[in-house]
T-cell receptor, first 112, second 116 residues
Framework: GQNIDQPTEMTATEGAIVQINCTYQ??????LFWYQQHAGEAPTFLSY????GLEEKGRFSSFLSRSKGYSYLLLKELQMKDSASYLC?????????????FGIGTKLQVIP | NAGVMQNPRHLVRRRGQEARLRCSPM?????VYWYRQLPEEGLKFMVY????????ESGMPKERFSAEFPKEGPSILRIQQVVRGDSAAYFC??????????????FGQGTRLTVV
C-alpha cells in the first residue's frame, strides 16, 4: 500500500515563494507527480520526478529525494491565480502494474 | 486531439436510482483510472482498467459499484441504488502506457453526481 502526507492548507502572500511538502511510503516507487486543481475543475499536470533532484519549469519547481520518501513543490512569484489545491501523487508498481495514488491535496490561498 | 471526455458533467439522481458515468479516454490511451472526490477532500482511487480488464478495483465499494472498459466504447462507472453519500465528483483519467516515463495521467472534467 501507499501512504501520502501533505499539509491540508497553506497561506502565502502574492509575489512570495511557497514550498509545499509531500512525504510518501511505497514499496514500488516509480515516479511522483504534482497536479494543480482549481475548485470545481479537473486536476492538471504540473511536474514529474522519478530521479533525485530538482526539476524546474518556469515559476514551478519540484524536488525529490527517494531515500527520504520526500518531495516538495516550490512556487515562486506567487500570483492570485495560484490559489488552488496542489496534489502530490505517487506511482507504484509493486503489484505488477502501475497505480497512481493521490494525497489529499494542499489548499493554497494566495493573499494580496 | 480531444482530451479525456466525461459525460454527463452533472447528474442528479433520486435515492435508489442507478447512475451511469461515462469516460472516453484520449485517443491512443488504453488505461483508465476512476477517482472519487468528496467536497473539500482529495482524490480517492476507485478502479484501474485496461481494455476489457479490471486491473485493480481495491478502491471500489464492495456493493452497488461496478466498472467496465469494453473493447469498443467508453469506460462506464455504474452505481446502483444510489444513496446520498454517493454525492461526489467522479473523475476519470487516462494514460497511454503503464510502464515507464513521465506519462502522466490526463484527467477529464469530471461528473458531479448529486443524489437527492
Amino acid at each position: 500500500g501507499q501512504n501520502i502526507d501533505q499539509p491540508t492548507e497553506m497561506t502565502a502572500t502574492e509575489g512570495a515563494i511557497v514550498q509545499i511538502n509531500c512525504t510518501y511510503q511505497t514499496s514500488g516507487f516509480n515516479g511522483l507527480f504534482w497536479y494543480q486543481q482549481h475548485a470545481g475543475e479537473a486536476p492538471t499536470f504540473l511536474s514529474y520526478n522519478v530521479l533525485d533532484g530538482l526539476e524546474e519549469k518556469g515559476r514551478f519547481s519540484s524536488f525529490l529525494s527517494r531515500s527520504k520518501g520526500y518531495s516538495y513543490l516550490l512556487l515562486k512569484e506567487l500570483q492570485m491565480k495560484d490559489s488552488a489545491s496542489y496534489l502530490c501523487a505517487v506511482r507504484d508498481q509493486s503489484g505488477g502494474y502501475q497505480k497512481v495514488t493521490f494525497g489529499i491535496g494542499t489548499k493554497l490561498q494566495v493573499i494580496p | 486531439n480531444a482530451g479525456v471526455m466525461q459525460n454527463p458533467r452533472h447528474l442528479v439522481r433520486r435515492r435508489g436510482q442507478e447512475a451511469r458515468l461515462r469516460c472516453s479516454p484520449m485517443k491512443g490511451h488504453s488505461h483508465v483510472y476512476w477517482y472519487r472526490q468528496l467536497p473539500e477532500e482529495g482524490l480517492k482511487f476507485m478502479v484501474y482498467l485496461q481494455k476489457e480488464n479490471i486491473i485493480d478495483e481495491s478502491g471500489m465499494p464492495k456493493e452497488r459499484f461496478s466498472a467496465e472498459f469494453p473493447k469498443e466504447g467508453p469506460s462506464i462507472l455504474r452505481i446502483q441504488q444510489v444513496v446520498r453519500g454517493d454525492s461526489a465528483a467522479y473523475f476519470c483519467a487516462s494514460s497511454p502506457i503503464a510502464s515507464t516515463g513521465d506519462t502522466e495521467a490526463f484527467f477529464g472534467q469530471g461528473t458531479r453526481l448529486t443524489v437527492v
